[in-house]
Every structure is written in structure tokens, then in C-alpha cells.
């Protein structure tokens, strides 16, 4: 497509301020751990449904199509009731992969059809999608764990209407590039991971041991440094959560449900009980003095280092990566900052967590301070 293709998008499908959402990839049945009973997932959908969430989100990927499955049979009945999202994988066939999706989910069309991530002939399969919107096969099209710099290109290759992405309390890099630019071209902005896959559910005192088909062992923040970090917050968080009357996760949630530009957060589930406690959220929003403490406790955590002489000196010799965030370790800048503007130069794109993890190694290393 052309450049101003975005401006005929389809129908408006989202709402005009941000909603609690049913991120599904936890029904799948795989990756988080051993699998709940089929009856507690079908019925932690059911209680989304009937609590009035609306918006549900999946994948072909998530438990091989079981959570596409398990939707299919909750939601059949209220599908003019619903909106679903699924994905495309960023290697596979478009056109096959979404009618797959659609036997499963037991509907001829889906609201929204994301590229799940980018890779080599992304454009081409994002202006597919399109072909299938126009099809009817899907009402809008979307992209997911893109750059802002990639997001900038899709947006002159096809109608995109919305963005999915990591956010969370921790996890920040949205707001310094993709936010923005979401907010400026008028896309939704979906949240995903609001917490931190578990960690902002408070039950992990001491850095945890996964089974190794759950996908939490490959995430940096359950372990080392950052682990200690974020059990800092979390303390501070329990106990402003404590004071409010609700749960950890709720404040995670109500914290995001405030977040400028962000449309729908993702909130996953495997039982109804699950489903009570998050909905929590929505009952009132974050009030400033809470907003504060939460920056307050962030920042005193957080703080990245500042490179020492040494460092500048050795980093001569390495990598154009390793040299940019020695080049920009003053003790004030963010890592989000930092890996979003690595990232304008259109290169391999960066994020925080790998800023995070240099920096730590360098003060272990004694070349920073």
C-alpha cells in the first residue's frame, strides 16, 4: 500500500478510554507451569465474560491452539457480544494460519488480526492481512512487539489500528517511543504482560525455580540483580496496596489503566477467581498520592550507574552496543531512554533490559559506580 493508507482503517472498535481485556494465552494450558483443570479455564472465561469483559486476546501459538479452541466453545454462543484478537506468526502462511484460527475460535471473522512479531518479510505478510481484512476475514489489523521504528514503516504499509506490547509497572520502553506514536496516529494501544508475568503477583519472596517448560525461566527479572530490585518495589507496592484495600496485582493494573494512550490491558487468567481480583482494578482510579509514591519507590530502585573512566577508555575496543551505553551511563539517564535512542538509528533495535544487564555487569566489573 501507499503512504495515507492508515487513514481508512474500518470500523472504530475500541473504547475511548483504557478497559481490563482477557489475555488468553494462560487457558492455552502451557508455559506458566502445570496446566489448570480444563473446567477452571473454561470458567475463568465465562466469568471475564459475564463480568462484562469484553475484549479477548489470543494466539495460535498459546497451548498449540487449545486457547483458540477453549474460546471457540466459551464464546461461541455471545459472539456478537465479544471482540476477539488473535495473531499471525511472523513466519507463517497469513491466509492459512487465520483460517485456522477462525475454525477454532467457531467464527467467520476475528475484530482484530495481529502480526504476532516481526521477521524477515514482515511488510509483505502485514499487507496480506490486509487483503483479508478487505476479505472480511478480520474487521481491523494490528502489529505486535514491533520497534517504533518498525511501527513508523507499517503504518505507511497498511491500515494498522493497533499495537501490542510488553507494559507493566517495571517495564517501561513503550513510553518513551510507541505510546507517542500510538497516540499520534490515533491507533489502540494493547497492554501486555501487566504483571510482569507473575512477579507483580507477589507470591515469589525468593528468586524461583521454573519447570523447564514454563517460559518464565528464560525472563532476566525472576533472578540476580534485577529480581533484587523489583522485590524492593513490590514490598513498597504491598504495602500501598494494603492501604487501599485491594490486591497487589489490582494496584499493578489500576497503575496501567492510567497510563495516557493505553486502550486495553491485557489481564491473564486461569480461574474465575483470578478474574475477581483483577477486575478490581477498574473500581477506582489511581489517585495521585499513590501515583507519586509508586515513581518515588521506582526511581530510589532503578537508578542506573554512571560509567566510570576506566570503562570509557576499555569500551573503545568493543562492540558499537557496548560503547553507546557506556557513552550515555551518567547516573540520570533511564535505560528506556537510553535503548530508544539506539534504536532512532534504525539499527538492531535495543531495550531496557539489555541496558540493565550491561550496566550490572559493569558494576561488577568495577567500571561502574
Not at 507477589?202 to 527479572?221: A, I, M
Not at 547516573?331 to 538509528?345: K, L, N, Q, S, V
Amino acid at each position: 500500500m501507499h503512504t495515507g493508507a492508515r487513514e481508512h482503517s474500518g470500523p472504530l472498535l475500541f473504547p475511548g478510554s483504557a478497559v481490563l481485556g482477557f489475555g488468553a494465552w494462560g487457558i492455552g494450558g502451557s508455559g506458566w507451569g502445570a496446566a489448570t483443570e480444563e473446567t477452571e479455564r473454561l470458567a475463568a472465561i465465562a466469568a471475564a465474560r459475564e463480568r462484562g469483559v469484553v475484549w479477548f486476546d489470543t494466539a495460535p501459538t498459546y497451548g498449540e491452539g487449545e486457547s483458540e479452541r477453549l474460546l471457540g466453545r466459551a464464546l461461541g454462543p455471545h459472539r456478537s457480544k465479544v471482540r476477539i484478537a488473535t495473531k499471525v506468526g511472523p513466519r507463517d502462511d497469513p491466509r492459512a494460519s487465520l483460517e485456522q484460527s477462525l475454525q477454532r475460535l467457531r467464527t467467520d471473522y476475528v475484530d482484530l488480526v495481529q502480526l504476532h512479531e516481526i521477521a524477515a518479510g514482515w511488510e509483505s505478510r502485514l499487507e496480506t492481512l490486509h487483503r483479508l481484512q478487505q476479505a472480511g476475514k478480520a474487521r481491523a489489523i494490528g502489529l505486535c512487539n514491533a520497534s517504533h521504528v518498525e511501527l513508523s514503516r507499517a503504518l505507511r504499509v497498511a491500515p494498522v489500528a493497533a499495537y501490542q506490547g510488553p507494559f507493566n509497572l517495571f517495564d517501561r520502553d513503550v513510553e518513551e517511543r510507541l505510546l507517542p506514536l500510538c497516540r499520534d496516529h490515533g491507533l489502540a494501544f494493547l497492554a501486555y504482560r501487566p504483571l510482569a508475568s507473575g512477579l507483580l503477583g507477589g507470591g515469589f519472596s525468593e528468586s524461583p525455580h521454573f519447570p523447564d517448560n514454563d517460559h518464565r525461566t528464560k525472563l532476566y527479572w525472576f533472578r540476580d540483580a534485577e529480581f533484587a530490585r523489583r522485590r524492593l518495589v513490590i514490598d513498597k507496592l504491598t504495602e500501598l496496596a494494603t492501604g487501599l484495600q485491594i490486591s497487589l496485582p489490582a494496584l499493578a493494573l489500576r497503575w496501567l489503566l492510567s497510563r495516557t494512550g493505553v486502550t486495553i490491558v491485557l489481564a491473564g487468567a486461569r480461574r474465575a477467581a483470578h478474574v475477581t481480583d483483577s477486575l478490581t482494578a477498574a473500581d477506582a482510579p489511581l489517585d495521585d498520592d499513590t501515583g507519586r509514591e509508586i515513581e518515588t519507590a521506582m526511581r530510589a530502585a532503578f537508578r542506573l550507574p554512571a560509567a566510570t573512566t576506566a570503562a570509557t577508555q576499555e569500551a573503545r575496543s568493543w562492540g558499537p552496543r557496548e560503547r553507546f551505553i557506556v557513552e550515555h551511563l551518567d547516573g540520570r539517564a533511564t535505560p528506556e531512554a537510553i535503548a530508544a535512542a539506539w534504536t532512532d538509528r534504525g539499527e538492531q533495535p535495543m531495550v531496557a533490559a539489555q541496558v540493565k544487564v550491561f550496566a550490572d555487569q559493569l558494576l561488577a566489573s568495577g567500571l561502574a559506580e
